[in-house]
């Protein structure tokens, strides 16, 4: 096992092709991948009538005022989760696999949900996705990029042998994801709300 590891690493590390840019469209790639996944497996969401009814009910009462907003921890821990594991598992060398698995993941459960509004209810459906989703994603979704393609980077290095740089050094890098990361729960905490709400007054209650 160990003489593998070695010949993997020796192989990455001797390939051209694994520079900045390279790691970034392999990321990428994952995230893509994932999202089509998610776009294509939420076709099977069209049949369930529990679902269609449950979705219904919570944009009725979104748009009247009584949707419950998420909670402030909820919110913490669903944005940061997805950056503070990518960055964690960029510690090991298992985080050249479980990293772009991270991204695909992501990719799969933004598509899945934003598709199967769509698929659900139409036009009315995307605007909903698009309050729900897209206001802290286009934070969020940059952020862990960044924090997955230096994560990926480190584990990438310590599989090929290579000395990875001190932890003060890559908190000082990713400090700047940290003050995204709180606007982006700021974001979900006020602007998605009131978008949603205003997004379900106008499509399914009028």
Known sequence: MRVTVHKMGSRI???????GLTQLAVLSICFAVGALGGFLFSSGSV???ELLDYLRRYFQAAGQGNGL?????????????????AFFLGSTALGALGIPVLLGARGFLLAFS???FARLFG??????ALAAFGVTAMVAVPVLFVVSADAFRQSLGRLSG???????????VLTPCAGLMVLAVALQQTLMPALLAAACARLFIS
Do not use: F, H, Y
Request: net charge neutral; glycine share 2%; no cysteine.
């Open 114 to 116: 934003a598709a199967t």
């Open 13 to 19: 590390k001797s390939t051209p092709v694994w520079n």
């Open 69 to 85: 907003e998420p909670s402030l921890w909820l919110s913490i821990w669903d944005l940061t989760r997805w950056p503070l594991t």
């Open 47 to 49: 049949d369930s009538l």
């Open 162 to 172: 290579e000395r990875s740089p001190a932890w003060n050094q890559r908190v000082q």
């Open 123 to 128: 036009l009315p459906g995307m605007a909903a």
